[in-house]
């Protein structure tokens, strides 16, 4: 059992810079392949991004991409999502998710543990 709660959102303008954590309790993080989500109303929750095990891997969707960094720390049990360059199509409330699956991570599916979410919005 893995319990996630998200921190770090709030308003900010266009062009700004935020950085989410997601803290995990419970044992064997480093076992869970971490990953970001995010969703507005009336949609679909959208992949963001994952992290392996050890973070030697890092994935992200397109829409991120070059934008959003994934880290992890494994001693903290925590996941991080630095955002930067942050643009008003990236309001949505922000998920983590803990995978115990060996690949599909881009998908909701594949995550078995999900944090309550932050609200990130992003002011034009």
């Known amino acids: 059992q893995v319990q996630l709660a998200e921190s770090g959102g709030e308003l900010v303008m266009t062009g700004g810079s935020l950085r989410l954590s997601c803290a995990a309790s419970g044992r064997n993080f480093n076992k869970f392949v971490m990953g970001w989500f995010r969703q507005t109303p009336g949609k679909e929750r959208d992949f963001v991004g994952a992290?392996?095990?050890?973070?030697?891997?890092?994935y992200y969707g397109d829409s991120v991409e070059g934008r959003f960094t994934i880290s992890r720390d494994n001693g903290r049990n925590t996941v991080y999502l630095q955002m930067n360059n942050l643009q008003p199509e990236d309001t949505a409330l922000y998920y983590c998710?803990?995978?115990?699956?060996?690949?599909?991570?881009?998908?909701?599916?594949?995550?078995?543990?999900w944090g309550q979410g932050t609200q990130v919005t992003v002011a034009s």
């Open positions: 998710g803990a995978s115990g699956s060996r690949g599909g991570w881009d998908s909701v599916r594949s995550y078995a543990y």
């Open positions: 992290i392996t095990w050890n973070g030697g891997a890092t």
